[in-house]
C-alpha cells in the first residue's frame, strides 16, 4: 500500500472577461479495493455553485455552473490515496481462457458487447495486420503473454508525444504516424486487441513516477507524468479488468490512479465545458499535475 497525493491545477486564461457555460469534471478518483480516497479538496475560481453525479459508467462527476465573468479560469484539485495497485500480476485466468482464442461466456456477452466492438474504420485492415504478427501464425497462444506482448510493442515501436489539442487519432492514423499521446496510444491498443475479440476500454487518470522524486532523468522516467493519463483495461475471464499501459509498457496499476473509465476516450475527458465570447478571446490553457507520496509526519 502507498499513500499518494495528486494537485491537478487547470487554467484557461482570455483576453479579456467572458462568461461560462457549465463545466463538467472528471477529478475524483474511483473508490475500489485497489484505492481508497483519503482526502479530497476542490477550488474553483471564479466561485462556482456545483453539484455531482455519476455517469452511464459510474464515474464520479462534477458540474460547475457559473454567474460571474473574468479572465481566468482555474480548476484546482488535491486528493490524497491509500493505492494497492500491484506491478505485472500474474492473472489468475479461467482454464478456458488462458489460451487464445477463446470465448466469453454467453451471460457476460451482453454486458461486454459494445467494449468489444471496433468504433473506428480500418478498411485495409492495417491494425489487424500489426497485431495478428503476435498470434505465431494462427496457432493457440498464451492469453497472458499475448497482451503482454501487445503492449510492450506499442511501448517500443510508437513515439509518445503530448498534444493538447481535442480529441484523438484514430487507430489507423496512430499506426500511420508512429506517434501519439498517451490517449492516441491507448485508443491504439483498445483497436488492437478489439480486433482479436477481446472487451477493453478507456481509461483517464493520473500516473505516479517515482523518479520524479528521487532525481531520475528523463529516459528512467515514465512517460505521461506531468499531466493527466491514459491507459487500457481489458476483461479476462477469473482476472476482471485488467490494467495495461501501452505508453510505458506497464502491465498492472502499480504506478496508475484511475479516475474514469469508459467505452471510448470522449466519454472520460478529465475536464470540459465552454465560454461566451469571441474566439479570439481565448489566450491558452495550462495543465499540471504532481503525484507524490506525502511526507509521513
Known amino acids: ?4 497525493s495528486v494537485c491537478h491545477t487547470t487554467v484557461y486564461r482570455y483576453h479579456r472577461p467572458v462568461t461560462f457555460g457549465e463545466h463538467r469534471l472528471m477529478f475524483r478518483p474511483r473508490d475500489s479495493h ?31 455552473s457559473f454567474q460571474e465573468a473574468a479572465s481566468e479560469l482555474r480548476f484546482e484539485s488535491r486528493i490524497v490515496i491509500d493505492h494497492y495497485g500491484l506491478s505485472y500480476p500474474d492473472f489468475p485466468i479461467e482454464p478456458y481462457a488462458q489460451t487464445y ?6 451471460e457476460d ?16 485492415r492495417k491494425v489487424d495486420a500489426w497485431v495478428k504478427r503476435f498470434l ?7 492469453t497472458q503473454d499475448l497482451l503482454q506482448r501487445i503492449n510492450t510493442a506499442v511501448q517500443a515501436e510508437f513515439g509518445y508525444e503530448r498534444r493538447y489539442a481535442f480529441g484523438v487519432q484514430t487507430p ?32 483517464s487518470g493520473y500516473l505516479y513516477d517515482p523518479a520524479t522524486e528521487t ?12 499531466d493527466t493519463h491514459a491507459w487500457v483495461q481489458v476483461y479476462l475471464p477469473g482476472a476482471g479488468w485488467v490494467e495495461f ?37 481565448f489566450v491558452e490553457m495550462t495543465v499540471d499535475v504532481e503525484v507524490t507520496k506525502p511526507e509521513e509526519g
Open 1 to 4: 500500500m502507498s499513500l499518494l
Open 34 to 64: 485497489d484505492i481508497r480516497l483519503v482526502d479530497t479538496a476542490l477550488t474553483i475560481s471564479p466561485a462556482a455553485e456545483i453539484r455531482w453525479m455519476h455517469d452511464v459508467f459510474s464515474n464520479s462527476i462534477t458540474i460547475a
Open 101 to 106: 482464442p477463446f470465448s466469453y461466456p454467453a
Open 109 to 124: 456477452i451482453a454486458d461486454l458487447g459494445r467494449s468489444v466492438e471496433r468504433h473506428y474504420p480500418d478498411p485495409e
Open 136 to 142: 505465431d501464425n494462427g496457432g493457440p497462444v498464451g
Open 172 to 203: 489507423v492514423e496512430t499506426l500511420e504516424r508512429g506517434s501519439g499521446t498517451c490517449r492516441d496510444l491507448a485508443l491504439f491498443m483498445m483497436g488492437a486487441v478489439r480486433a482479436l475479440g477481446f472487451a477493453a476500454r478507456f481509461v
Open 215 to 226: 532525481g531520475g532523468v528523463a529516459d528512467t522516467s515514465l512517460k505521461g507524468g506531468g
Open 245 to 281: 499501459d501501452p505508453t510505458n509498457g506497464q502491465v498492472g496499476g502499480a504506478n496508475l490512479i484511475r479516475v474514469a473509465v469508459a467505452r471510448e476516450p470522449f466519454q472520460a475527458l478529465p475536464l470540459q465545458g465552454s465560454y461566451y465570447g469571441a474566439a479570439e478571446d
